[in-house]
């Protein structure tokens, strides 16, 4: 009777574990799925209502100086300081209402949405990231799939700027048979990996290693002081092309 019960027992405290993972799990794919349409949100805003007004008001401040050149009056450097912090301000919001809402993506997939992604970084002159794929412009994944893939390459990118103090970056996606392969390679400073920091690198790899659990695929991260660093991702897929 004694080991019967034990074995019982045994068996009830398995299911109990494995319940309370699969709860874990679709509390963080909530928290992901929030995060993602509030983002959505405020980009649609930014786009939609925002974005309209700026150009309302760079097109009447334009007319505005069209009119004193037509008088032949010279512009006070006061307008010329106003109308160069219209375009730095329409260009930030752009650029906001891009990064919340990777329209690109949306459209056109990780093909198109990576060769945009790495020419802005690369066109701001502060790191100099090499990009390879064999993948072509027309495939397209499950949207879930594209977007966590996209995500975790800003934040293994963003790690690599801002913490690694890395120059230069090599990107490469490779897709296989029934998988992708995210890898990450920067020559930064490298970090020991035993004494990761929640307030360091900890949170943005724990946000990646959350995106890739969650779609069933395997995290790698190799690093050492000095030697840089190294992440992998690969991602169960099926191509909708």
């Given amino acids: 009777m004694k080991a019967s019960v034990s074995h019982e027992e045994v068996i009830i405290i ?24 509030e983002r959505r949100r405020i980009g649609r805003e ?17 007319a505005i100086v069209e009119e004193i050149d037509s008088q032949s ?3 006070p450097e006061l307008l010329k300081n106003i109308n160069e912090t219209i375009d730095i301000v329409s260009e930030d919001l752009r650029s906001l209402s891009h990064k919340l809402v990777p329209r690109t993506l949306d459209e056109f997939g990780l093909y198109s949405a990576f060769h945009n992604l790495i020419f802005k970084l690369n066109e701001s002159k502060k790191v100099n990231v090499e990009f390879y794929t064999n993948m072509g412009s027309e495939l397209r994944f499950d949207d879930e799939i594209e977007l966590n893939i996209f995500r ?30 995210l890898m990450v390679e920067d020559d930064g400073v490298g970090f020991d990996k035993m004494k990761l920091r929640p307030d360091h690198h900890g949170i943005g790899l724990t946000n990646v290693e959350t995106r890739v659990k969650l779609l069933e695929g395997e995290f790698n991260l190799d690093s050492e002081i000095g030697e840089g ?13």
Avoid: W
Avoid at 46 to 62: A, E, Q, R, T, V
Avoid at 157 to 180: E, F, G, P, R
Avoid at 231 to 241: F, G, L
């Fill in 14 to 37: 398995a299911e109990r574990t494995n319940i309370t993972e699969d709860v874990e799990v679709e509390s963080v794919q909530a928290i992901l799925e929030g995060q993602e349409n």
């Fill in 73 to 75: 009056i010279s512009q």
């Fill in 46 to 62: 930014i786009h939609d209502g925002l974005g309209p007004l700026m150009s309302y008001i760079k097109f009447s401040f334009d």
């Fill in 229 to 241: 660093t190294v992440v992998s991702i690969e991602i169960p897929v099926k191509s909708n092309s």
């Fill in 152 to 181: 975790c390459a800003q934040e293994l990118l963003n790690n690599a700027m801002k913490y690694a103090k890395a120059s230069h970056i090599l990107v490469q996606i490779i897709l296989h048979s029934d998988s992708i392969i």
